[in-house]
């Protein structure tokens, strides 16, 4: 099956920066998004990116795009501890039944930021 | 204020003991689904679907049936729940292929 990859686990100080990685399967692959689940809560949209971007900057956030190995990253800048928190990364993928998108998530990285 | 409602957001039940987790959503969304939250498995979807009265089976619907009469209401029934559904819920919707899902808190089942 179709499988996006993440790295289970990241440990960071406060202050550096921290890049989460995840590797995703489809080429064709329109939008890949970054969603962030607190503790207790639901998912929620952190960024994406369109898949004819290289690189997206939101303010700590800098989004990268490896089209060509097809890997992703988040990098969170001046890390904080209200940062930690599990990552997704999450790929639209085409469905066999037709035309219908899904979108298809990795495993989720475990952020924690040490004092 | 735009949101997904889950509920409960705790359920703990008995082997073989029907239930019901509703989702509601107010923002018109035609395209709703269900997740399940497994450590080291991410999210896996179990159902969803594509507008009223239009329904599909996600990766893992073994063992979970979904109805979609409205379009608000997407509930996910476990007719007979057994403990490896023990798990955490989570319902989404949005609108249009590319845009990103709205994710309801969460409903955490444990079957004993």
């Known amino acids: 099956g179709e499988d996006v990859e993440q790295s289970l686990f990241l440990s960071v100080r406060e202050g550096d920066s921290s890049v989460i990685n995840c590797t995703y399967t489809d080429s064709s692959s329109t939008y890949l998004y970054w969603y962030k689940q607190e503790p207790g809560a639901g998912l929620q949209l952190l960024t994406y990116i369109f898949s004819n971007m290289d690189m997206k900057q939101d303010q700590r956030l800098t989004v990268l795009l490896n089209k060509k190995d097809k890997h992703l990253s988040l990098r969170i800048a001046d890390t904080q501890t209200g940062d930690s928190a599990i990552y997704f990364c999450?790929?639209?993928?085409?469905?066999?039944?037709?035309?219908?998108?899904?979108?298809?998530f990795g495993s989720g990285t475990q952020l924690t930021v040490l004092p | 204020e735009a949101q997904v409602t889950q509920n409960p957001r705790y359920l703990i039940t008995v082997t073989g003991k029907k239930l019901t987790v509703t989702c509601s959503q107010n923002m018109n969304h035609e395209y709703m689904s269900w997740y399940r939250q497994d450590p080291g498995l991410g999210l896996r979807q179990i159902y969803y679907?594509?507008?009223?009265?239009?329904?599909d089976k996600g990766d893992v619907p073994e063992g979970y049936k979904v109805s979609r009469k409205e379009k608000r209401n997407f509930p996910l029934i476990l007719e007979s729940p057994s403990p490896n559904q023990t798990s955490l819920y989570f319902c989404?919707?949005?609108?249009?292929?590319?845009?990103?899902?709205?994710f309801g808190n969460g409903t955490r089942l444990t079957v004993t």
């Open positions: 679907s594509m507008n009223v009265e239009v329904t």
């Open positions: 989404a919707s949005r609108n249009g292929h590319n845009s990103p899902l709205h």
């Open positions: 999450a790929e639209i993928l085409f469905i066999s039944s037709g035309s219908a998108r899904q979108l298809t």
